[in-house]
């Protein structure tokens, strides 16, 4: 049998990552690879820190991207942050909320989970109730957009209790940086991660991340060493940071970061207020074609993610096969439902490059027309 090379159709990604990627990020992708401690790759380094800067919205001068996902950032965070006896309180509201949870139990920490509804956001009032009832609890981890079911949470208002309660927190914005407002520095939070896939419109396998000062004193006065040499950022910090000392740490992913700084570039280029509201006006005509078929979301319009749709489809249809037309017909890639929502939920994205007007015109088409023949 003889191998050939891999040539993908062009799919349409409105699913919950990878979203669709242009053309531009896509070539940048293909330009030469240097060497990773190059002058002029470093100098595009400093430039990507600036960029991620400007998305974050934040001064950290620790804001860097990990080399892999967003999986690797969550765990950044945890394994730096979180030492052997930590008490961590965890809201959980959906699949990534309990990855965290997991993190923090590897992490030798202890976590108190607060629990909200699938489909809810995290409520304040039952976190100020644990914070309270935990005064010896040292960081707040939350997710702002849980991608499993699409609810958004109040980053600000978690991060504000938190600095009343005097912690810190830890923020999954995997899903939110680019899509909805994130403000790290004007909402106080410190270590924030995120993904290159969802709204950056970027290849996977990078993780946005920035640590406040705040974050960076808590991961240098640790009296326990990190335990995983990789993500140790204490060790990364020599790689990221200018000053001309830059020493080797791993090789970075050369092209990928390439690929990462076009993303970033487009994003600037928009502006993030106008990126935010494309992806609500989006949200907006995707929502009306989707009630008119009858569909119902998840998640109550309160707390609705533009750039993640979950709906329940009809009872009794077979939702694998009509997704597998989806993919087959129209070359439109739509998710599955995650945990409780398995079975139940479809979830359609609408990130980053992907929150486009012939994007949402096809998947309402081509929805309409394969339930129609069912
Ligand atoms: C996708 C996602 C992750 C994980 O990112 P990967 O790039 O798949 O590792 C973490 N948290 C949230 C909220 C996500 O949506």
Redesign the pocket.
């Known amino acids: 049998m003889s191998i050939e090379s891999f040539y993908p159709p062009r799919r349409i990604l409105m699913g919950?990552?990878p979203s669709d990627i242009s053309h531009r990020v896509l070539q940048a992708l293909s330009r030469p690879t240097v060497g990773h401690l190059d002058p002029l790759f470093i100098g595009m380094m400093d430039e990507l820190k600036v960029l991620l800067q400007y998305a974050f919205q934040t001064k950290n001068a620790f804001t860097i991207a990990v080399s892999a996902?967003?999986?690797?950032?969550?765990e950044a965070c945890f394994v730096n942050m979180v030492e052997p006896g930590d008490k961590v309180i965890i809201c959980r509201n959906g699949v990534?909320g309990e990855?965290m949870r997991e993190n923090v139990v590897r992490c030798g920490g202890k976590p108190i989970v607060v629990d909200d509804e699938w489909g809810a956001p995290v409520s304040i009032d039952k976190v100020e109730q644990a914070l309270k009832e935990n005064p010896d609890a040292k960081i707040l981890a939350f997710?702002h957009?849980?991608?499993s079911t699409g609810a958004l949470s109040d980053a600000q208002e978690l991060g504000a209790l938190a600095k009343r309660f005097g912690i810190l927190t830890i923020v999954?914005a995997?899903?939110s940086l680019g899509g909805v407002p994130l403000l790290v520095d004007e909402w106080q939070l410190d270590a924030v991660y995120s993904?290159?896939?969802?709204c950056l419109s970027c290849v996977?396998?990078l993780?946005p991340l920035t640590f406040s000062p705040a974050a960076i004193e808590k991961i240098q006065s640790r009296s326990t060493p990190i335990q995983s040499w990789f993500l140790d950022q204490s060790l990364v910090l020599g790689y990221w940071s200018g000053d001309g000392k830059r020493s080797y740490h791993h090789t970075a992913p050369v092209n990928s970061l390439y690929a990462l700084h076009e993303a970033l570039i487009l994003l600037q280029n928009e502006g993030l207020e106008m990126a935010w509201r494309r992806h609500q006006n989006m949200h907006d005509v995707l929502k009306l074609g989707l009630e008119m078929m009858g569909f119902k979301f998840v998640v109550d319009a309160r707390y609705r993610l533009p750039q993640l749709n979950a709906v329940y489809f009809p009872q009794g249809i077979d939702e694998a096969t009509i997704r597998r037309q989806l993919l087959d017909t129209y070359n439109l890639e739509i998710g599955a439902g995650l945990g409780e929502l398995a079975g139940k939920a479809w979830r359609i994205g609408l990130m980053g490059y992907g929150a486009r007007e012939e994007n949402v015109a096809l998947c309402l088409h081509a929805l309409d027309t394969i339930l129609h023949k069912e």
């Open positions: 919950p990552g996902p967003g999986s690797a950032g969550m990534f990855r997710v957009a849980e991608t999954d995997v899903t993904g290159s896939q969802k996977p396998g993780s």
